[in-house]
């Protein structure tokens, strides 16, 4: 446990694999979260080439979809990963290693998450507005999620690092 300027402690008083536990349960805690998410979008992303209108699409329109399937693929495989490990290497002595993989893979899923969002508001944005519109509908979002899932969280916590 760290000690604080004014003498007193902070932090947990935890052995190494009990903060592992915390911070894996907490780790998919957060999980639940985002792959509802994806395999809502996911879900709704397969029905869209048989939907009637589908044919009506450029090939330019079909192109971004094939991408945004891809990247809405690999985002619910990635955001999988986690439970595989865990899976996997239950029982092998393993799980501060487990929480370190399965973190990195969350913030992987994350970034292909924003990846997927980000094709699918263009694909959405280019039936219902013209197409330079939809582009700057999309960087403004993009700009959002940015701010919100990535910049806010390093901010604070560059903020809040506790000084000398």
């Given at each position: 446990?760290?000690?604080?300027?004014?003498?007193?402690?902070?932090?947990?008083?935890?052995t190494?694999?009990?903060?592992?536990?915390?911070?894996?349960?907490?780790?998919?805690?957060?999980?639940r979260?985002?792959?509802?998410?994806?395999?809502?979008?996911?879900?709704?992303?397969?029905?869209?080439?048989?939907?009637?209108?589908?044919?009506?699409?450029?090939?330019?329109?079909?192109?971004?979809?094939?991408?945004?399937?891809?990247?809405?693929?690999?985002?619910?495989g990635?955001?999988?990963?986690?439970?595989s490990?865990?899976?996997?290497?239950?029982?092998?002595?393993?799980?501060?290693?487990?929480?370190?993989?399965?973190?990195?893979?969350?913030?992987?899923?994350?970034?292909?998450?924003?990846?997927?969002?980000?094709?699918?508001?263009?694909?959405?944005?280019?039936?219902?507005v013209d197409?330079?519109?939809?582009?700057?509908l999309?960087?403004?979002?993009?700009?959002?999620?940015?701010?919100?899932?990535?910049?806010?969280?390093?901010?604070?916590?560059?903020?809040?690092?506790p000084?000398g």
């Open positions: 446990m760290e000690e604080t300027s004014g003498g007193g402690r902070r932090g947990r008083d935890e190494e694999e009990e903060r592992a536990d915390r911070r894996f349960g907490e780790l998919l805690q957060e999980l979260v985002a792959q509802t998410g994806v395999q809502i979008l996911f879900g709704f992303l397969l029905t869209v080439a048989f939907q009637p209108r589908f044919t009506e699409l450029t090939s330019t329109d079909r192109i971004i979809y094939t991408v945004t399937v891809l990247l809405g693929a690999a985002t619910t990635v955001l999988v990963g986690p439970v490990f865990h899976r996997l290497l239950t029982g092998k002595r393993l799980k501060p290693q487990t929480v370190a993989w399965a973190s990195r893979l969350t913030m992987l899923g994350l970034v292909l998450l924003l990846c997927t969002m980000a094709s699918a508001l263009l694909l959405i944005l280019r039936v219902v197409d330079a519109h939809a582009a700057w999309v960087v403004g979002m993009v700009v959002w999620f940015v701010v919100c899932w990535f910049v806010l969280p390093v901010w604070t916590r560059m903020k809040e690092r000084k």
